[in-house]
């Protein structure tokens, strides 16, 4: 299971591209792109790298498979069958007849007195 990125991780991640903005900054002047030029290179390189970066993100909030949705998914399944439990043994626990009035009452039982 995938923990996803946190703050920290983000941080990391944001310094080491910035320090890909001078390695290529360096690497396209040894290309022999001359200063200005080896900066526009490395700038586009990095801002397509963030747009790459930033639409990833954009598609897992629209597809819903991100580290928040898929812990509270996670929980409600939890509590969802923790609670079905919980209801189930204290019906369990009623007798015969309060089940059967319960049920009445909730309408998943029709009268026998109706019919």
């Known amino acids: 299971m995938n923990p996803g990125i946190t703050r920290g991780k983000a941080l990391l991640l944001g310094l080491a591209i910035f320090g890909l903005g001078g390695l290529g900054y360096w690497a396209f002047q040894a290309a022999g792109l001359e200063g200005f030029n080896a ?38 399944s939890a509590y969802d069958s923790a609670t079905d439990e919980e209801l189930q043994k204290r019906f369990d626990a009623l007798t015969p007849e309060e089940q059967e009035k319960l049920l009445k009452e909730l309408g998943q039982l029709q009268d026998s007195s109706e019919l």
């Open 39 to 76: 900066g526009i290179a490395a700038q586009a390189v990095l801002v397509a790298v963030v747009l790459v970066w930033t639409g990833s993100y954009l598609f897992r909030v629209v597809t819903g498979n991100m580290t928040y949705m898929e812990q509270r998914r996670r929980y409600r």
